[in-house]
């Protein structure tokens, strides 16, 4: 594909998005929604091998199944308000919350670097927005599918040794807490997903550079200042404190009107999620030593990997609050 066209899918994308936070009406949220996912399934030919068009169709299905029960319901529920939580249900399917998220891991494991991350990242937005605009009185169905989904982020990356795939399992948890996120404000909701988006970019950032899948050839200690850097990006992605992702999910916490069941079900799967990032990089930090860190200088790139990680983010958040 050449670059003229990408720009221009990518254009659709974030014009869709726009149309979605700005709609007035259920139609035109619907008709953003579709744009948007038309924009996006080009993006996934990059080497247009096998892989990829099995991919484009496994995102394909769910997300035109999604689309279809959210107008039909759209529809119905100009007559029955009872069936306005096939709406909810059709926002989760699309954006991959669980369980409706069936579809999420096989395309994240079939797609080239770029197409992934924005699967985790900007596909994200304008469902989130969708549920965002819902009747208020709807939150009380979306806080338990919220639970659901921080649960089974944190346990299904217990067992995974591919960094892509933990990263797959840590959008679904992460998906559970924009959700909960809804509930609070506006700006809270915004602040998280601003932050995530810039942590997810610096990951990526980092692995476009490095030719590995397997976490063990990520955290080697030969470039300490490297891979010290991608650790704290890691583990603030997890949320340990005091790094920029555990301060937006203090946020959450602090502002959201959940239940407490379902906070209790946030903070579990956050506390999960984290166990395993911290299995995955306890060793390599406890490799650097002070000698180490204090004879490797910053290079540019890995500056501007930091800045993306934590500092922008936190900056951010100041000025939000």
Known sequence: MKSPNKLLFIFLMISSTCMVASSSNWLVTWMGLEINMLGYIPLIFLKENSSESEAAVKYLVPQSLGSTIFIASAIIS???????????????????????????????????????????????????????????????????????????????????????????????????????????????????????????????????????????????????????????TILSLGGLPPLTGFIMKLLVLMFTKAKTIIIFGLVTGALVSLYYYLSLTFSTLLSFNKVHLTKTQMTSKQATLFLLSQILPLTLILFFF
């Open 78 to 232: 100009a007559y029955f308000d009872n069936l306005q939580i096939l709406m909810v249900i059709a926002m989760c399917l699309k954006l991959g919350a669980a369980p409706f998220h069936f579809w999420f891991p096989p395309v994240m494991a079939s797609l080239q670097l770029m197409p992934a991350f924005l699967l985790l990242t900007w596909q994200k937005v304008a469902p989130i927005l969708a549920i965002n605009s819902f009747n208020p009185l709807l939150m009380k169905s979306v806080m338990p599918i919220a639970m659901i989904s921080a649960l089974w982020g944190g346990i299904g990356g217990l067992n995974q040794t591919d960094i892509r795939s933990l990263l797959t399992y840590s959008s679904i948890s992460h998906t559970g807490w924009m959700l909960a996120s809804i509930s609070s404000n506006d700006i809270i909701l915004i602040a998280y997903l601003t932050t995530y988006i810039l942590i997810n970019m610096s990951i990526y950032a980092f692995l476009t550079k490095e030719q590995t899948k397997s976490y063990k050839q990520l955290f080697s200690p030969k470039e300490p200042m490297k891979f010290f850097i991608l650790a704290i």
